[in-house]
């Protein structure tokens, strides 16, 4: 058939030139197409495309975290929200009984928040550089060896006969002397011919990544916790980012409450804070960091700031120490909720040198390294009206003594707090009268309640549940 086929092209082109040899040309795809069905019917024996997969693949754990399933519960990951949100998560460098074991939770949160910050920051606006080589090279085969190198290898002593040889060696010490009189051995440089590159390939990807943005009321939804005994801990947030909580930062840096924006009602602010006087309420304020903004009955904004501190030991001075440690923590996630300069660098490095050599090796060498640094600043502010209390509880796994420190920021506390800097901001007058009542003073006193908690196990736990998208 195909043999046809080349004698119609050939007689075609013969007799009427290119056009016809380019028609000609048919019967050469027509053979084509007959012989491709034995091709086709190899390839399938090889992959049979329509066959039902039967490779089972093994999931990685610890790609995605409890806040990734409560974003896509909640619906938040929908773009067409008016609020953003990201997901970061850090883990607990020591595990449960070491020294520092409650102090790490709380970095370990702080490494959840800046990494979905820095999420934040590279879906905002990235700077990207980005420098990708390859190079594919053959070296020179080595030089033909000389004469004169040749004969260094080889043994010239000039002797009569093999009988005068063995004559020599019976009157020396025949190893000693061998040695000294043996050909000197290949050079350096020759042993460097032997394992010269033939060719070879070089491969390069450097990417470079930056990030900086002012951020401002970003504030956590959703935390998550898991504390098992002898194995790192994780924390895990969902952060969250609007016009209403970034007016809510205005309102808390101005002192203006005009700021506020309107929001539906809440339930009542008491309700908002679990209570440290049950056993529900310290779970929750266990796994309580960050800044939260919740909705009182009267559609006012609330700001919240929890933090923790681990006591060295059980001391009353320990754990009142533990009490300022946590709330400067809770200071500074607030401060941070009101605006900071956010930075994050990244740098990544993907290398390849592959080599073939004249003996029939092969080298390669390859890797790839990462550089990730976020970091987040900013200036001192005055946060007039935020008041704190504070709880305290033995963690359920390492039995540490951990004080928490609550922050709370509300339009009235703010102006009350105005309200009392003014007045003792005010001069001190002479009084008309010096037996004059000077004023009742108050006082006030505080108790605190012990608890206990069940011993577990493990311990796992979240706080933010109830956060609706009304409160952002």
């Known amino acids: 058939m195909c043999t046809i086929a080349k004698s119609l092209i050939s007689h075609k082109h013969l007799g009427t030139g290119k056009m016809t040899y380019l028609k000609g040309a048919a019967p050469l795809l027509i053979c084509t197409m007959l012989m491709a069905p034995t091709h086709v019917r190899a390839e399938q024996d090889l992959l049979d495309l329509d066959a039902e997969v039967q490779l089972q693949l093994e999931p990685i754990d610890g790609i995605t975290t409890v ?6 519960a909640k619906g938040w990951d929908n773009p067409g929200k008016p609020f953003s949100v990201s997901v970061g998560s850090g883990l607990v460098q020591v595990a449960p009984g070491h020294p520092n074991y409650i102090n790490e939770r709380q970095n370990a949160y702080d490494k959840a928040v800046l ?5 934040i920051l590279e879906s905002l606006r990235a700077k990207v550089a980005r420098a990708v080589s390859n190079r594919l090279f053959a070296d020179d085969m080595p030089a033909a060896q000389k004469p004169q190198e040749t004969a260094a290898s080889v043994d010239n002593r000039d002797l009569l006969s093999a009988f005068e040889k063995s004559l020599e060696l019976v009157h020396r010490e025949l190893d000693s002397e061998l040695d000294r009189t043996a050909p ?3 050079s350096a440089e020759e042993a460097d011919e032997i394992v010269k590159k033939l060719g070879g390939e070089t491969f390069r990807n450097a990417v470079n990544t930056m990030s900086q943005e002012m951020l401002i009321g970003t504030s956590r939804a959703f935390v998550a916790e898991t504390s098992r005994p002898n194995v790192k801990g994780e924390v895990c947030v969902v952060l969250v980012t609007s016009e209403n909580l970034r007016n809510v930062a205005r309102a808390i840096v101005s002192q203006d409450a005009s700021y506020l924006p309107p929001a539906k009602p809440g ?8 209570n440290h006087k049950t056993n529900e309420g310290l779970l929750e304020l266990l796994t309580s960091y960050g800044v939260q903004i919740v909705r009182d009955e009267n559609g006012n904004y609330a700001v919240i700031s929890y933090a923790q501190a681990g006591a060295k030991s059980g001391s009353q001075l320990m754990i009142k120490l533990a009490k300022e440690e946590a709330l400067a923590r809770a200071q500074g996630d607030l401060r941070t909720f009101l605006g900071e300069i956010a930075v994050k660098t990244k740098a990544s490095d993907n290398y390849a040198d592959y080599s073939e050599l004249v003996d029939g090796g092969k080298i390669y060498e390859g890797g790839s390294a990462i550089n990730v640094a976020i970091k987040s600043e900013s200036d001192a502010l005055d946060i007039v009206g935020a008041r704190p209390t504070f709880w305290g509880v033995k963690h359920p796994v390492s039995k540490q003594p951990i004080a928490g420190a609550i922050l709370v920021w509300t339009p009235q506390s703010m102006a009350k707090s105005r309200a009392e800097i003014k007045a003792n901001n005010k001069p001190i007058k002479k009084a008309a009268d010096p037996t004059q009542d000077s004023g009742n003073v108050q006082s006030s006193s505080s108790s605190s309640t012990k608890s206990s908690s069940t011993t577990k196990i493990g311990v796992s736990g979240s706080s933010g549940a109830n956060t609706s998208e009304d409160d952002f």
């Open 184 to 186: 000197p051995p290949a």
């Open 67 to 72: 806040c990734d399933d409560h974003v896509a």
């Open 267 to 274: 339930k009542p602010l008491s309700e908002h804070v679990p």
């Open 115 to 119: 990494e979905a910050k820095g999420l």
